[in-house]
């Protein structure tokens, strides 16, 4: 049988079930809101949104898998690539470029222009500090670390914040390899 | 151990033999999930009679974990991710990695076709119907009947699609 | 039709929702995790009603703002409309969901009894709490497209058949603090 090829983000896309963006941009809005009630400390807020990820991308990175066909990426440029064309395309959709490499391709921005966390949102003065869509952050090193990337993922530009555009970096900070049961003196 | 494994395969196989007027195609024998820490965490049996007991499928969920990563160890190629099909006299083994090192494998009669999409087809079902479920713990045995539900539907489909053949 | 995400999306904010306040924040005060997660629903459904009612005359009465709930909202968030809706007409709703869609992923442990598990029928107990936490944030989002259409009310929700689990009925009943 013929390998089935990786899919594109728009025709997964099309084939998942989908919901009303208006209920999940809400959602992910009064949760945010009822943190920072609860928290107090934006700090906090932070880092509890971005475990949230964290525990949402070791799930998700499966169903991406499954879904869309990718095979194992050459080297953490295609992963990178991956992750903005398809994966933002599947499970948001909309679509992020690469760009911002360094030398040895161990480190890249993911730039969102068209964010659907954000629609009808405006940071209020309180919030200085808060990185409102902290939970993608998580996603992604989330969904990273389950195919034995250690990355680090960190917010360089937002809109809420008063830039042009969302700029994520994703670090690599080491590929874990394979786990073998065996040591090798046993 | 590997014995008791061959065992109640031929003698799954000798019943099969008898069904097969009926049904003339192929089967699947059993089918195994493993955590890729090398955990047994799913095991389903779909032979007739001759039901391997936890013990034995449990050991054969840990020898396939080893000899798989042996295999990828023993490769000569480069970024071998290991072996996906074992064919014996008696029965076939498909196994399927995911990128995040849960491993699927099905055991079935020799030369049973289809069997890597049938996988995919479970990969699948196991992220909307395991992982979905808010209380399903990752790495843990899937006790989920969504998914068993599902499951045999695809099996089902599976051995329907190969009688229309 | 406006902007989508896929299902999974929510699907997964909800269950992490429930996570963080139940596992982490309130371990041992489900009643703390409850409320919490029952005010987000209440915001959300506060303003998704502002949303869905912009273009409305006012309802001339409760029955038919529950409608409304009933029909043009739901179908507005799950593509379907509630599926029987029942009134004592003293005040009190009952909204029924044969196949609501955020616990369709929930499933239970088919073989509960013959697991190696210490006290089964705990585990099955915990279980079913925990199901009862993801029914807070509905019934939060009911409570507050009503609150916001001018129906200050109380909304608790029943699950039943959990565990044959097919289909999930999910009964809200909606008790206004007006005509009683």
Redesign the interface.
């Known amino acids: 049988m013929a390998p089935v090829g990786p899919r594109s983000g728009d025709a997964i896309f099309a084939n998942v079930e989908r919901v009303n963006a208006e209920l999940f941009t809400l959602t992910y809005g009064a949760t945010v809101r009822q943190l920072l009630t609860d928290l107090e400390e934006v700090e906090e807020v932070n880092k509890q949104l971005d475990q949230m990820g964290y525990n949402i991308g070791i799930r998700l990175i499966d169903e991406f898998l499954a879904k869309s066909n990718v095979t194992r990426c050459v080297d953490f440029r295609e992963t990178a690539e991956v992750i903005a064309k398809v994966g933002f395309k599947m499970f948001l959709g909309v679509t992020a470029t690469v760009s911002n490499w360094d030398a040895d391709g161990t480190c890249c921005s993911i730039i969102l222009e068209d964010n659907p966390l954000v629609d009808f949102v405006e940071l209020p003065d309180t919030c200085q500090g808060l990185y409102y869509c902290n939970i993608l952050s998580g996603v992604i090193r989330g969904a990273l670390e389950m195919v034995s990337m250690k990355t680090e993922v960190t917010w360089i530009r937002d809109v809420l914040r008063g830039d042009d555009a969302y700029e994520l970096q994703v670090k690599l900070l080491k590929q874990v390899p394979e786990e073998y049961p065996y040591k090798d003196d046993e | 151990m590997c014995m008791s494994h061959q065992d109640s395969i031929a003698l799954k196989l000798s019943l099969i033999d008898s069904e097969k007027k009926r049904f003339p195609m192929a089967a699947i024998y059993s089918l195994y999930i493993i955590n ?3 955990g047994l965490i799913f095991y389903k049996d779909y032979g007739s009679a001759g039901r391997m007991d936890t013990n034995d499928s449990l050991r054969v969920a840990s020898l396939w ?2 000899m798989h ?1 042996i295999s ?2 023993l490769s000569p190629t480069t ?1 071998c ?1 290991g072996i996906e099909l074992l064919e014996a006299d008696t029965f076939d083994l498909h196994c399927f990695q ?5 491993k699927f494998f099905v055991v079935c009669e020799p030369g049973t076709q ?1 069997m ?2 049938l996988l ?1 087809d479970i ?2 079902l ?4 395991v ?5 399903y713990e ?1 790495e843990m045995p899937i ?7 599902n499951l045999s539907q695809a099996v089902q489909k599976d051995r329907v699609a190969m009688l229309g053949r | 039709m406006g902007r989508e995400v896929s299902e999974s999306c929510v699907d997964s904010l909800l269950t992490e929702i429930v996570s963080t306040y139940n596992n982490r924040f309130y371990a041992n005060k489900p009643e703390l995790a409850a409320r919490r997660i029952e005010a987000i629903g209440y915001q959300v459904g506060h303003q998704l009603s502002e949303r869905y009612t912009m273009e409305r005359p006012r309802f001339s009465d409760h029955l038919e703002a529950i409608k409304f709930i009933c029909k043009d909202f739901w179908s507005e968030l799950f593509k379907k409309q509630i599926d029987n809706l029942k009134t004592n007409h003293r005040g009190t709703f009952v909204l029924q969901d044969n196949r609501f869609r955020w616990l369709s992923r929930i499933s239970t442990d088919p073989s509960v009894e013959n697991t190696e598990s210490q006290d089964p029928s705990a585990a099955a107990e915990s279980k079913a709490s925990l199901a009862t936490m993801h029914v807070y944030f509905p019934c939060g989002i009911i409570r507050g497209a009503l609150s916001n259409l001018g129906i200050p009310c109380a909304v608790s929700a029943d699950i039943s058949n959990l565990p044959a689990c097919k289909e999930l009925l999910l009964s809200y009943s909606v008790l206004s603090f007006y005509d009683i």
């Open positions: 890729k820490s090398g974990h080893s990563v990828q160890q970024g991710s995911s990128l995040t090192g849960t289809h890597e999409s995919k990969y699948e196991y992220t909307d119907y992982l979905k479920n808010p209380f990752m006790r989920c009947e969504l998914f068993d539900i």
